[in-house]
C-alpha cells in the first residue's frame, strides 16, 4: 500500500481548462488525472479521490513531460503514452479490461459503448462499459473521448452530462460530424461493407 504523505498534484492550464496530474512521488505512477469544471474552466480540488495530498509547485521532468503529453494530446496530436505509469490497482478486472481496449482506438476513429462491449467479448454490457468510461481515472491519456453512444452522438464525458471538451478534442484529431452524429468514415471498427471481397 502507498504511503499517503507521498501523492502530489499539480494544476496546469490546457487548451480546456485547469487540469490536475495526482501521483505518487516514490513510484512516479500516475494516480488521476482531473479535467476541468465545464462551467468555469477551473480545477476543482475536491475531485482528488486521496487524501492527503500535497501540492507541487516545481515538478521533476518526467511529470513535466506527462503534462506537455496531455496539452497536445487535447490539441489532436498524436501522443503515444507509457500506460505502465498509470496506477490500475484500486480497478475491478472489468474496469481495468475496459480501459486497456479503450487506449487500443485508434488516434482520429471514435467507437461505441456497443461496439466496445462487443471488442472485449462482453456484446450485452454496453451500460457497464460506459459507467467505466464514465469514472476514467486517466481521462485524455486514455482516450475515453474515442467513445460515443450506439447512436454516434456524442454523449456525456467523464462522467459530465455536457460532451463540450469531448467534441472539441474528437475534432482537433480530425473527426468530423455531421448534425452531431459522427461520420461513418471516422467510426473504429469500420462500418464500410462496400469494400469488395476478393
Not at 468555469?40 to 492527503?52: R, S, V
Not at 511529470?63 to 498509470?86: A, Q
Request: charged residues 25%.
Amino acid at each position: 500500500m502507498s504511503n499517503l504523505t507521498s501523492l502530489k498534484y499539480i494544476v496546469f492550464n490546457s487548451l480546456i481548462g485547469e487540469i490536475a496530474i495526482v501521483w505518487n512521488n516514490k513510484d512516479k505512477l500516475l494516480k488521476q488525472i482531473i479535467l476541468p469544471d465545464v462551467n468555469t474552466g477551473k480545477f476543482n480540488y475536491g475531485k482528488i479521490d486521496y487524501h492527503g495530498v500535497l501540492s507541487e509547485t516545481d515538478p521533476d521532468d518526467y511529470i513535466m513531460e506527462v503534462m506537455s503529453d496531455v496539452k497536445e494530446i487535447i490539441m489532436g496530436k498524436d501522443i503515444h503514452f507509457d500506460y505502465s505509469h498509470l496506477d490500475f490497482s484500486i480497478l475491478t478486472d472489468f474496469q481495468r479490461i475496459v480501459l486497456l481496449k479503450q487506449k487500443d482506438i485508434p488516434h482520429g476513429r471514435v467507437t461505441s459503448y456497443k461496439k466496445l462491449a462487443e471488442l472485449i467479448d462482453k456484446p450485452k454490457s454496453a451500460r457497464p462499459v460506459a459507467n467505466v468510461l464514465s469514472s476514467n481515472p486517466f481521462p485524455i491519456v486514455i482516450p475515453c473521448h474515442r467513445t460515443v453512444r450506439s447512436d454516434w452522438t456524442i454523449g456525456g464525458y467523464v462522467g459530465m452530462n455536457d460532451g463540450l471538451y469531448k467534441r472539441l478534442i474528437l475534432e482537433n484529431e480530425g473527426v468530423q460530424f455531421e448534425k452531431d452524429v459522427v461520420q461513418k468514415k471516422y467510426r473504429f471498427p469500420s462500418e464500410d461493407l462496400s469494400i469488395p471481397s476478393l
